[in-house]
């Protein structure tokens, strides 16, 4: 057995078309699994098709709006009307507000909640009944290092994103017994469009990182292409419910 390959599988990654879920398609498709991208941006969804085509990553692309339940049922239909299996779920699909916690509209408190939280209910509940299908399945949803610390600029993100370990914790407990692993990947700081636009509202931000990060850098989206085929793969069977950080050691430098 091949512990990382992951030749044969079919793999879902909501929000699939930038950042983090972009790095991670690469990664599971150069390992040999075919991607799916979800995402709402259809000019995006394509223009993540061309680079994973560019890289003779077998892929294709659907539209969903994961706060939308029947968006996420048909989701999950047509890919396996598509490929006739499913056996690799990423919930990446994820979005922020920066503000005062007391000056949060309450849509926009609901709106983070359903986009980072409840879409990773509604999407791994969907999966479920097909990995059982197949005899077994993998689930990564993708968190934050503010899963462990309270942001002053985002109570709704962070609240959305400590849900995500916990929702991981009680998803890996119901299901190990059909062979489902379920885990969670804390990212640390990356650089992506999301923290871009956190280095314009907070200028100080780029540097602190760096002062606070042991290995001195911002992580790439590369950066997480390893920890996806790992939980994606054979060799982490004996692995579910954990949370694991990627974040340059951020997490540990008190």
């Not at 799916?36 to 098709?49: C, L, P, V, Y």
């Not at 990553?57 to 339940?69: L, Q, R």
């Not at 949370?243 to 997490?251: E, N, R, T």
Request: glycine share 12%; with cysteine; aromatic share 6%.
């Amino acid at each position: 057995m091949k512990l990382f390959d992951l030749t044969g599988k079919v793999a879902l990654v909501t929000g699939g078309n930038g950042g983090i879920g972009l790095a991670m398609s690469k990664a599971m498709g150069e390992a040999g699994a075919t991607i799916i991208i979800a995402g709402r941006n259809e000019e995006k969804n394509t223009q993540s098709i061309k680079i994973l085509n560019s890289q003779n990553i077998e892929c294709k692309s659907f539209h969903v709006d994961v706060v939308d339940e029947n968006s996420c049922n048909k989701l999950i239909e047509n890919v396996i009307s598509n490929f006739g299996k499913l056996n690799i779920l990423v919930n990446n699909a994820g979005t922020n507000i920066r503000k005062r916690p007391e000056e949060y509209e309450l849509d926009e408190w609901k709106g983070i909640i359903d986009t980072n939280l409840i879409s990773m209910f509604t999407c791994s509940k969907a999966s479920f009944k097909h990995f059982k299908d197949v005899n077994g399945g993998k689930i990564i949803n993708i968190g934050s290092m503010h899963s462990l610390f309270g942001a002053p600029l985002g109570s709704a993100y962070s609240a959305s994103k400590g849900g995500v370990v916990q929702l991981t914790k009680s998803l890996a407990n119901a299901w190990a017994k059909d062979n489902v692993q379920v885990n969670a990947v804390l990212p640390g700081y990356i650089d992506t469009s999301l923290t871009r636009q956190a280095r314009i509202d907070i200028p100080e931000l780029q540097s602190r990182v760096e002062e606070r990060t042991p290995v001195g850098r911002w992580g790439e989206p590369d950066d997480l292409g390893g920890i996806a085929v790992f939980l994606s793969s054979e060799g982490s069977n004996y692995i579910t419910g954990t949370a694991i950080p990627v974040d340059g050691g951020y997490s540990i430098n008190g």
